[in-house]
């Protein structure tokens, strides 16, 4: 089975809660954030990315909270559902490369 | 949809054997690259390349080199593979944009 996840903080939610999970980023030059969703031997999947110029973005059931003066960024889930049981991690582009700096994760389980 | 593909989920191999693991994308995108990903660690970039025949090391790329001949394509080859390189191998493609889009990865051990 997957191992990448052993040692991961987790966030355990209720069905039907709201879910937030927390991400500090550590360089002032990035400018463009993603948050991946990856299952249990599977790759990561794209959920939802935000550019420096906004402090928010929202999607599908998913928000995305960006807070510049502390270097901290949020992903907000709502009414978690079981399929959304993952490590979750995220992704920091440094303006102008091709450098992202990834996130350990943060392991998320969905009590039913 | 893009897609990236990687040519085995799984590999077991030797200590000394070479190992090729390759990637395929189907979007045209003109950058690739090879991360691999452990316990409790980030993923960390081995390779980018940013177009056919170009390349650039990562952050760890010692033990390791790569190989793009076409476009959709970039390989991670293990020269001579060992105990420290079992790892979960994950390539990713993005366009010009900066969304990164990965494969399933490649669960490889070492013996």
């Known amino acids: 089975g997957e191992s990448v996840g052993l040692h991961l903080p987790t966030l355990s939610v209720q069905e039907g809660d709201n879910s937030i999970i927390n991400c500090a980023y550590s360089n002032s030059a990035s400018d463009y954030f993603i948050w991946y969703k990856q299952e249990s031997g599977k790759g990561p999947q794209f959920i939802i990315d935000?550019?420096?110029?906004?402090d928010k973005r929202q999607g599908q059931r998913v928000t995305v909270l960006l807070n510049k003066t502390v270097k901290h960024l949020s992903l907000q889930i709502a009414a978690t559902q079981p399929g959304d049981s993952a490590v979750y991690f995220c992704?920091?582009?440094?303006?102008?490369?091709?450098?992202?700096?990834f996130g350990t994760g943060t392991r998320l389980k969905v009590l039913a | 949809d893009v897609k990236v593909t990687q040519s085995s989920r799984y590999l077991v191999k030797r200590t000394g054997e070479k190992v090729f693991l390759e990637c395929v994308q189907d979007?045209?995108?003109?950058?690739m690259f090879w991360y691999r990903q452990d316990p409790g660690l980030g993923l960390r970039l081995i390779y980018f390349?940013?177009?056919?025949?170009?390349?650039e090391k990562g952050d760890i790329p010692e033990g390791y080199s790569v190989s793009r001949e076409k476009k959709e394509r970039f390989s991670l080859i293990l020269e001579s593979a060992s105990t420290n390189q079992t790892s979960m191998y994950l390539c990713?493609?993005?366009?010009?944009?900066?969304?990164?889009?990965f494969g399933p990865g490649t669960r490889l051990t070492v013996l």
């Open positions: 990713a493609s993005r366009s010009q944009g900066y969304e990164q889009f």
């Open positions: 935000i550019r420096s110029n906004m």
């Open positions: 979007m045209d995108h003109e950058n």
């Open positions: 390349s940013y177009d056919v025949k170009m390349k």
């Open positions: 992704a920091e582009n440094i303006s102008g490369t091709y450098k992202y700096i």
